[in-house]
């Protein structure tokens, strides 16, 4: 059974960083295009960035050259590393996978990112 679990939110000034993880259980890791999206109230999720299993990484504009997504196979587990963060960044973010050659792409719960001073 496939799980997403998503950590490592919380509260930081505006200019702070932080690092999301998102683990990824089901052994599909390996071969899943993974990616990070964001929710805040009242709107669509959208797209923050995502990594390919063969690490070609696409960013929204929003995020580019501040946020870094990366991940690690050996322990199934991508990362969003968030930089200069911005009160506009507030959100919830979810992990998303989504397994070449699948139909199928699983969600985690999300976690909570909020800038504030």
């Known amino acids: 059974q496939v799980q997403v679990v998503e950590s490592g939110g919380g509260f930081v000034q505006p200019g702070g960083s932080l690092i999301l993880s998102c683990v990824v259980s089901?052994?599909?890791?390996?071969?899943?295009?993974m990616a990070w999206y964001l929710q805040t109230p009242g709107k669509q999720r959208e797209l923050v960035a995502g990594?390919?299993?063969?690490?070609?990484?696409n960013y929204a504009d929003f995020v580019q050259g501040r946020f870094t997504i990366s991940r690690d196979n050996a322990k199934d587990t991508a990362y969003l590393q968030m930089n200069n963060l911005k009160v506009e960044d507030t959100a919830v973010y979810y992990c998303?996978?989504?397994?070449?050659?699948?139909?199928?792409?699983?969600w985690g719960l999300g976690t909570q990112v909020t800038v504030s001073s």
């Open positions: 998303n996978a989504k397994p070449i050659m699948s139909s199928n792409e699983y």
């Open positions: 089901g052994r599909i890791f390996s071969t899943s295009a």
């Open positions: 990594i390919t299993n063969g690490m070609t990484t």
